[in-house]
Every structure is written in structure tokens, then in C-alpha cells.
């Protein structure tokens, strides 16, 4: 066992490669596309030590180009997440036992194979798996993903570094940051390929195993993402990656007496029910579970009649459209004075105009296709609903087609209702709705940012009179976890916005930071006394 305070190599957030014409990068990236789009891959689940193949293959195509067979993967049934569970029981008691610096050099391993070997592997996978372009993937699979792996080893050290400051004579006093008692549930989404890494590696930093879940549209990543766990060292069954239906999994999970906590981001109807569930079968657990999720929103952009229209307009071309508008933290409704509209409106729809869309090994390309089927059907129901709704003007996009990938256009909603349906509900996609405020009522525009969702995730203000920032930032206080001044309400980075959202957005315990990992222990005190009393009476007994 080594004996001494180690200090870490201090993190600093991996730079984002340009992928411009000429570039090294663009090469290799492009020849790794070439090569991923060449082969059909067999993916496993990962258990233990076992790489399970069940033949109830599944196959994984490209959403921008969905006739295309990218390989298959292996799901599972009942059984396996049985199996997931005792494998990581089985591997508790070691990894918990294993000193940090060991856990934490496995995950920096893990960090620098990303950044090198891995970095054309993990983007390539993504752009394909989840139609995400070369910069989308890059600041995503790619240097998010570092960041967290960095960051969180950071943050793991200032935990365990945190002390009761004075102990008194003849007593020593400590700190000791358990890892949960029992199994972490980590269910994770398709549209960030860093988050469906952070989000089961983050709980075994701090000592836990853990069951992974991950979307079944980003399989094909997450067989990248497991392929750097392994390489990188961590122990079989410290992370063991399932591919069961929802149903399936939740049934035998949440009924688990060693169920000890889920991390979570998805829908808020998702989160909901399992919270439900932990709920009514709390009396079944060993512990009470730690319950961590990050959900949706319905993001805002508020522009005060003293904004610069041009940022205005790019803080919504770039926030609303990148990646399909498929991030938690997408601009989805906007809220534009009306002495300035023309000049929004305006250099808004040169930017749509000049945006080309299809697939992403064509690096040409800004907007791609949504993720699948369902989800494209739901946007575009939204989008025809707007088409026959009085008082609602499609200016921009409104057209979608399947025939080859998922494609919908960017499409821009004006509507003079700031309650209309695509103003309040989720869409998850390439749609932003606007509605146009008289200038002078920049107080009330602001009351409706804060009331008209019951989300609280991001949003963003334009201004450049400090009066106007300040009551804005005092109005919408509780209307967003991460809030943006002057510019769009996506891109948070780890060590600099540590995300996550309150009300109907999630549990807001702020991955990327030392908040999350928090919640990933269970704090012991203990108290050691050098000279023990051998007399149980205190000198208040004595007699005058």
C-alpha cells in the first residue's frame, strides 16, 4: 500500500479541435467515418468479465441515413440485469477497498485515451450512431467527456480533503466518504455521448458499482465508451453495460433491497414515475436511495429592447438549431421586443437560409437528422398542428421527410399567443417559437418567461442596459439553473457551469462538480479519544 498525500495532475478543459479543411484531425476523422461505415459490428452487453451475446440481435442504423446497417447489438432480458446486479455486488467489496489514487489513475487513463487513440473512435461513433456533425460530437463525445473524467478527479480529492478543522485536546476527529451501501443505476440518454460516460463512471470514482443503461440509440458509442473502461483498467463488474427494455430493468432494480441510488437523465415523465416507484417500495431497501436526474426543459431567450438584434439572432440560430435542437438546453422559445424584431427576423433568416442539412460525414452540413422514428414523428406533429393554428406563422422551415433519414428543416414558429402549445411543451428538436413583446413591458414579458413552463433548466438574457440584466436576473431566478448573459443557453462547460436545472428540470445536483459527486457517498464521522475516562462522575457531583 502506498503511503503519502498525493497531489493530482491539475485539470484544464481539453481544447476543441476545429476540424477545419486541411486539418489533421478532419483527416483522421473522416477516414475513421469511412472505416465505421465499412464494417457492421456485433455489439455485447458487458457483465462482469463476460462479453454476453444473446442472438435477439438488434440492428443500429445512422438517423440521417436509416437504410444503412451500422452492426447489431445483443439485447437482454430479465436474467442479465440479475446478472448485472450480482456482478457488480461481487465487485464491490475490492473496488471500494482499492486506494483513490488507484481509482483515480484509472479514469485519468481513461481521460487520455479519449483525448488520443480514442478521440476519431468515440466522435466517429457518434456523428454515425446519433447524427450529431463533427464539431457537435467533437465539444461532446470527445472533450466533455474529458473534462468530466479530469474534473471529477479533482473534485473526489477536495471531497476527501474536507476535515473538521480543530479536534481538542486528547481527541482526534475525521471524515471518512463512503461510497453507497448496495449497487448505482445509471440510465442515460442518446443526445449526449459525455453524459451516458459521466453519468455511471462519476458514482465509481467515489467507489461504487455500477449498472449501466443506456439508450438503445446510443449503443453503438457506448460500445466505444466501454472499450476505453476497459482498456483504461477499470476491474470487471465495477461497470456493467445492459442493453433490457425500460419495464424490464426498473421492475427488478427498483425492487432490489440493495438498490442505493440512480443517475439519471431522460424525460421528466421517466423521472417522475421512477421517483414514484423508489417511493412506494422505500420499506424494500437497505438504505434510502440516492436519487439524482437531470430531465427537460423548455429553455428561454428574453431579448430587452436595448440587445444587439445580430447577437440576439445568432444567440438563436446557434442556440435552437445545433444538434437538431436535441440538447436539454436547447432555445426553444424566444420572447423578442418589438422595436427590434425587424432586425432580428431579419438576420435570423439569413442565417437559416444559409444553413445546409443532411448527412454528417458531409462536414458541410449544420443540421442533421433527429435521432429516430418516433421522435421525428413527434416534432413534425407539432410542426402541422402549427400550420392550421390561428394566430401562428410558420417564417422559416415547416418541411420534414423520412424517406431517407429523419430530417426536419429548422423551423421558426411566430405566434401571438405566448401560451400557444409550442411555447409550453417540450419538443425536443429543431423548432423555436417566438412571440413578440411591446418594448415598453419588459417587466411583464419577463413574469411570463418565469410562469408560462414548469421547467427550470437554462435561458438566456440580451441586454446591454444593466438595469434591465439585473432585474431579469432577480425575476428568473428560480426560472433556470444555468443562466446565460448575452449569450445562447447551451454549451455549459465542466469547471466553469456546472449544469442542472430545479423545478420540473431535475434534482439540479450540477454534473460537473463537487455537488454531484457528493451524492455518490455517505460520510462517516468518527471521533477517537487518546485517554479514555475511567470515572463515569463529572465535577459538577461534588458536594460544597
Not at 67 to 83: I, T, Y
Not at 274 to 285: L, P, R, S, V
Not at 384 to 405: L, P, Q, Y
Not at 408 to 416: D, K
Amino acid at each position: 500500500m502506498l503511503k503519502g498525500f498525493f497531489n493530482i495532475p491539475e485539470p484544464i478543459n481539453e481544447p476543441v479541435k476545429s476540424y477545419a479543411p486541411g486539418s489533421p484531425e478532419r483527416s483522421e476523422l473522416q477516414a475513421m467515418l469511412k472505416e465505421f461505415r465499412a464494417q457492421q459490428v456485433d455489439v455485447p452487453m458487458y457483465i462482469g468479465s463476460e462479453e454476453v451475446r444473446t442472438g435477439n440481435k438488434k440492428p443500429m442504423n445512422p438517423p440521417h441515413d436509416h437504410q444503412h446497417l451500422l452492426g447489431h447489438f445483443h439485447e437482454g432480458d430479465a436474467s442479465h440485469v440479475e446478472q448485472a446486479i450480482n456482478s457488480a455486488m461481487g465487485a464491490k467489496h475490492a473496488w471500494e477497498s482499492m486506494e483513490w489514487e488507484q481509482r483515480a489513475a484509472i479514469f485519468l487513463k481513461a481521460a487520455d485515451l479519449l483525448a488520443g487513440p480514442y478521440r476519431a473512435k468515440i466522435n466517429a461513433a457518434t456523428m454515425l450512431g446519433q447524427s450529431k456533425n463533427a464539431f457537435q460530437a467533437e465539444i461532446d463525445a470527445a472533450c466533455e467527456f474529458i473534462d468530466f473524467l479530469r474534473f471529477n478527479v479533482k473534485y473526489m480529492v477536495e471531497i476527501y480533503s474536507q476535515q473538521p478543522p480543530v479536534s481538542g485536546n486528547g481527541v482526534w476527529n475525521r471524515v471518512e466518504q463512503r461510497p453507497l451501501e448496495g449497487f448505482v443505476f445509471a440510465l442515460t440518454p442518446f443526445n449526449f455521448t459525455a453524459i451516458a460516460g459521466n453519468l455511471p463512471t462519476s458514482a465509481a470514482l467515489m467507489g461504487n458499482t455500477v449498472v449501466w443503461k443506456p439508450a438503445h440509440t446510443q449503443i453503438y458509442s457506448a460500445n466505444i465508451l466501454m472499450q476505453v473502461f476497459k482498456e483504461a483498467g477499470v476491474p470487471d463488474g465495477v461497470i456493467n453495460l445492459i442493453y433490457v427494455d425500460g419495464p424490464t430493468t426498473g421492475k427488478i432494480i427498483f425492487n432490489h433491497p440493495d438498490f442505493a441510488g440512480i443517475h439519471f437523465t431522460g424525460s421528466t415523465g421517466v423521472f417522475q414515475h421512477i421517483w414514484k416507484t423508489i417511493g412506494e417500495n422505500i420499506f424494500k431497501y437497505k438504505s434510502y436511495p440516492r436519487i439524482v436526474g437531470e430531465t427537460g426543459g423548455k429553455d428561454f431567450v428574453i431579448a430587452h429592447k436595448s440587445a444587439n438584434p445580430k447577437a440576439v439572432a445568432v444567440g438563436l440560430s446557434r442556440g435552437a438549431f445545433e444538434y437538431q435542437g436535441q440538447k436539454c438546453s436547447a432555445a426553444s422559445r424566444a420572447y423578442i421586443p418589438s422595436n427590434m424584431w425587424a432586425e432580428v427576423k431579419k438576420y435570423l433568416l439569413e442565417d437559416l437560409a444559409s444553413m445546409k442539412m443532411g448527412p454528417t460525414e458531409d462536414f458541410t452540413n449544420f443540421i442533421n437528422a433527429v435521432i429516430d422514428e418516433k421522435a421525428f414523428d413527434k416534432i413534425s406533429n407539432y410542426i402541422s398542428e402549427a400550420k392550421k393554428a390561428d394566430g401562428v406563422e410558420i417564417i422559416s422551415g415547416g418541411n420534414f421527410d423520412k424517406s431517407k433519414g429523419y430530417f426536419i428543416e429548422p423551423t421558426v414558429i411566430v405566434t401571438q399567443d405566448p401560451m400557444y402549445t409550442t411555447m409550453c411543451e417540450e419538443i425536443f428538436g429543431p423548432v423555436l417559437t417566438i412571440y413578440v413583446y411591446q418594448a415598453e413591458h419588459f417587466e411583464e414579458a419577463l413574469e411570463l418567461v418565469d410562469q408560462t413552463s414548469p421547467y427550470a433548466l437554462t435561458g438566456a438574457v440580451f441586454s446591454q442596459d444593466r438595469y434591465a440584466i439585473e432585474l431579469a436576473t432577480k425575476k428568473l431566478r428560480n426560472a433556470a439553473g444555468n443562466f446565460y448573459i448575452n449569450d445562447k443557453p447551451t454549451g455549459a462547460v465542466v469547471g466553469q457551469q456546472p449544469f442542472g436545472g430545479a423545478r420540473a428540470s431535475g434534482t439540479n445536483d450540477k454534473a460537473g462538480s463537487m455537488i454531484n459527486l457528493l451524492r455518490w457517498v455517505s460520510p462517516r464521522t468518527i471521533k477517537e479519544t487518546f485517554v479514555s475516562p475511567v470515572d463515569y462522575r463529572y465535577p459538577f457531583l461534588g458536594e460544597d
